[in-house]
């Protein structure tokens, strides 16, 4: 079945400091979605991308996916203490009414 | 953005007891409502599909007569776990998505459930 991988698994950077995780489907995927997860708190919705080649910026995180919709990732430019969480990406599942398949995610962790 | 009231937010009980966990969507009507579960620190693994007037849809490996799954309304779906164990604690989370064009789910707070 359709796999989510995500890599890296931990990420600890200095603030200031930019950060990238990375995306990978075993499958193409008709859309991929970009989750934050603070420590403690629920699953936040921060993006989807839809399109081949897709790019989108929110303040200081970018996001693309690839041309072959096999993979995205999602960039932090000059992290602050705020960005601390675990980002999820996730792929729709192909048989279902709409669940997604996440991947395992990537922990951040700014130190100031 | 849309709100999804999950509670309760955290429970402990013993061991054989049966645990119902709601979930609502609060302005919003949802006819799929989906149930995942978290251990500390891994990704979220999705349980079942929660179908409005219909029967659930598990995931392979999860046990339905165990998570007892029911969406008896477009607003609320229920998660019980019977006869609870000690494996059963987890963090159990609901997701739900309203109509549009952008499938975003919009989560739950979350239950932390503790078997002793």
């Known amino acids: 079945g359709q796999q989510v991988m995500q890599i890296p698994q931990y990420q600890h950077v200095q603030e200031g400091e930019d950060f990238t995780t990375y995306c990978n489907s075993s499958?193409?995927?008709?859309?991929i979605q970009w989750y934050k997860q603070r420590p403690g708190g629920h699953p936040v919705f921060l993006i989807q991308l839809v399109k081949s080649g897709e790019v989108k910026k929110q303040k200081r995180l970018t996001f693309q996916f690839g041309e072959a919709k096999k993979n995205s990732s999602l960039h932090i430019t000059a992290t602050q203490t705020t960005d601390v969480g675990t980002y999820f990406c996730a792929g729709l599942r192909s048989n279902s009414g709409y669940a997604l398949n996440f991947g395992k995610g990537t922990s951040l962790l700014v130190t100031p | 953005g849309a709100v999804v009231s999950q509670h309760p937010s955290r429970v402990i009980c013993k061991s054989g007891t049966s645990v119902k966990i709601e979930c609502r969507s609060l302005?919003?009507?949802?006819?799929?409502m989906f149930w995942y579960r978290q251990f500390p620190k891994q990704s979220l693994m999705l349980m079942a599909t929660s179908n409005e007037g219909s029967k659930a849809t598990y995931e392979q490996g999860v046990e339905k007569d165990k998570f007892l799954i029911n969406h008896a309304s477009l607003t609320l779906s229920t998660l019980t776990v019977t006869s609870a164990h000690p494996e059963d604690s987890s963090f159990y989370i609901c997701?739900?998505?309203?109509?549009?064009?952008?499938?975003?789910?919009?989560f739950g707070s979350g239950t932390q459930l503790s078997v002793l």
């Open positions: 499958t193409t995927l008709s859309n």
């Open positions: 997701s739900a998505s309203p109509a549009g064009t952008v499938k975003k789910l919009f």
């Open positions: 302005d919003f009507q949802a006819t799929t």
